[in-house]
């Protein structure tokens, strides 16, 4: 059993690329989020989704979209990144009803050049 | 809206020293709390939770937390601290819509240095 897997694990990208970031849980979870954690200041909620085809804002999400086409998969895109971008990336997935705790990914450091 | 508070940014304390990290959370429904440890170079590890019952949890490593309702807060304890204990820690609130949206929101964490 995997749980949350993200991928890749690193990246470096030149100001203005774009890449796509995977989280793929296999624990039937309706939720899953992603989070980006900068020194300081915790850890940020960027986008998150209650279910396949939904997805709604999180604290910080300028600069980033996602999608939910599979229910088992959250992906997280940049489509021109900023060096405001570095930082490191965490997903999470958790399930729907009343006492439930979210279980993360091992994070994704991406450097923005 | 929910947020999250964590009033100690940085603390240093020896080994054995007690331990007291705060957290305070603003939401006006039921809430599930957490407590989160990242050791340097690692990813969140779950130290402990309260989803409901007894206001006082104890979780891995001989940590505790107290839910105090009134007070809107879930206080982080350790009777003695190892040097082993040296990380960040995440305070986290899960809003319970019962079923509905849950937003799992995070405090800014607190650096624990413990010196041997």
């Known amino acids: 059993n995997a749980g949350v897997t993200q991928t890749p694990k690193f990246r470096v990208l030149k100001t203005g690329q774009s890449m796509t970031l995977l989280c793929a849980q296999d624990?039937?979870?309706?939720?899953m989020y992603w989070y980006r954690q900068d020194p300081g200041m915790g850890l940020r909620l960027i986008h998150y989704?209650?279910?396949?085809?939904?997805?709604a804002k999180g604290e910080v999400p300028d600069g980033y979209n996602v999608s939910r086409l599979k229910k088992q998969n959250f992906l997280l895109g940049l489509e021109s990144a900023a060096p405001s971008q570095t930082s490191v990336y965490f997903c999470a997935s958790t399930s729907r009803g009343v006492n439930t705790e979210a279980f993360f990914g091992q994070g994704t450091r991406l450097t923005v050049v | 809206a929910q947020s999250v508070s964590q009033h100690n940014h940085h603390v240093i304390l020896s080994e054995a020293a007690s331990l007291e990290l705060g957290c305070n959370y603003s939401y006006g429904g039921t809430v599930n709390l957490f407590w989160y440890v990242q050791y340097p170079g690692q990813h969140l590890q779950l130290l402990l939770k309260y989803f409901s019952g007894d206001p006082l949890v104890k979780g891995i490593k001989g940590f505790e937390a107290e839910f105090i309702k009134s007070k809107f807060s879930f206080n982080l304890r350790k009777p003695s601290v190892q040097w082993s204990d040296t990380a960040e820690y995440f305070c986290?609130?899960?809003?319970?819509?019962?079923?509905?949206?849950?937003?799992?929101?995070f405090g800014t964490g607190t650096l624990l240095a413990v010196q041997p």
């Open positions: 989704s209650v279910g396949e085809g939904t997805t």
């Open positions: 624990m039937n979870h309706e939720y």
């Open positions: 986290a609130v899960m809003g319970n819509y019962g079923g509905a949206t849950n937003k799992l929101i």
